[in-house]
């Protein structure tokens, strides 16, 4: 008999994070309390990768809600949660761990001070979904005292599954993609410099997010899930202003203007080339309507407008 998804949330999904909400549902100032499931097929997706222990890459323009998504999975579920924000500086062995070269050349002066190589290895986000009790001794239990161990950075749910979030891969240099294909494919790795087997004891949960700067390898996308989150329609924005401003604020008559003044500012900022505002910028106008009492027909608003909505490549 087939046991059904493991994730099954509401079209407003609300997680009791113990603050205040932060969190939008496509945005970046979040804590993953709410998240807008405006499409059926994002849960499916999400179900999908769960049941093959393949990624989710997830596409999209930037304030989607890609990076949301993940945080708000892993307190539904309540997995621990990890993530890592990618830059062009990210190697693709930063993910699995890091090493202490300079630490341990230091150390290297005097054997008063030098420590088990163990002690040089600083866990990556993979290592901790994979493993998180090795992780936490960084593969040297027998030769570490307990003061050397690591802390867990999760912040979020316990238990042995975890959900990870490698944010905006394609910042990367190009072969870091395919430098994960073993790793992620097979959930294990071994730490160079020490010669410690991680293993995954339990599958994590892998979100990957790209804003399509970049192509990514073929043999990277064909082993992931993928989704393509789209630009917000005025029924999704609609949405996530009535689930992410507290109730005692609504003003339907604004949310309604401003979600109609976004989509006319996004239709002529890809007309002329420019970057169209996404739903976090509609959010940030929101709140800032909200908090300066400034409404459309204002002398204020356009100067507000210019200032939450319209962004330029270079200023």
């Not at 500012?265 to 890809?270: F, G, I, L, N, T």
Request: glycine share 6%; aromatic share 6%; hydrophobic share 40%.
């Amino acid at each position: 008999m087939s046991a059904g998804p493991i994730f099954e949330p509401e079209e407003i999904q609300r997680c009791d994070t113990g603050e205040p909400s932060r969190a939008v549902g496509g945005g970046d100032t979040r804590d993953g309390s709410v998240y807008v499931y405006h499409r059926p097929d994002i849960a499916l997706a999400v179900n999908i990768a769960i049941a093959t222990n393949r990624p989710l890459l997830l596409g999209g323009p930037s304030g989607c809600g890609k990076s949301t998504l993940a945080l708000n999975v892993a307190r539904s579920l309540g997995w621990r949660y990890y993530e890592a924000v990618v830059s062009s500086h990210t190697e693709a062995r930063d993910l699995l761990y890091r090493f202490d070269h300079i630490g341990r050349l230091n150390d290297a002066h005097s054997e008063e001070t030098l420590r088990h190589i163990a002690a040089y290895v600083e866990p990556g986000v993979l290592w901790w979904a994979f493993d998180r009790e090795s992780a936490a001794h960084r593969g040297g239990r027998d030769a570490l005292s307990p003061e050397q161990y690591a802390a867990d950075p999760s912040e979020v749910g316990g238990g042995e599954r975890a959900v990870v979030l490698i944010d905006e891969i394609d910042k990367a240099d190009v072969d870091v993609p395919n430098n994960l294909l073993v790793q992620l494919g097979s959930l294990q790795f071994e730490v160079e410099h020490t010669g410690f087997p991680v293993k995954a004891k339990s599958a994590p949960l892998i979100f990957i997010t790209t804003n399509g700067e970049r192509e990514l390898p073929l043999a990277f996308m064909r082993r992931c899930v993928t989704l393509t989150l789209p630009r917000p329609t005025k029924d999704i924005l609609l949405k996530v202003a009535r689930a992410v401003i507290p109730e005692p604020e609504h003003d339907e008559a604004l949310f309604d203007s401003l979600a109609d003044h976004v989509l006319k500012e996004a239709a002529e900022q890809e007309k002329n080339a420019g970057i169209p505002p996404s739903t976090a910028e509609y959010l940030d106008t929101v709140r800032a309507c909200l908090s300066l009492d400034i409404r459309p027909d204002d002398a204020r608003f356009k100067d507000l407008s210019n200032i939450t909505l319209r962004k330029r490549q270079s200023i």
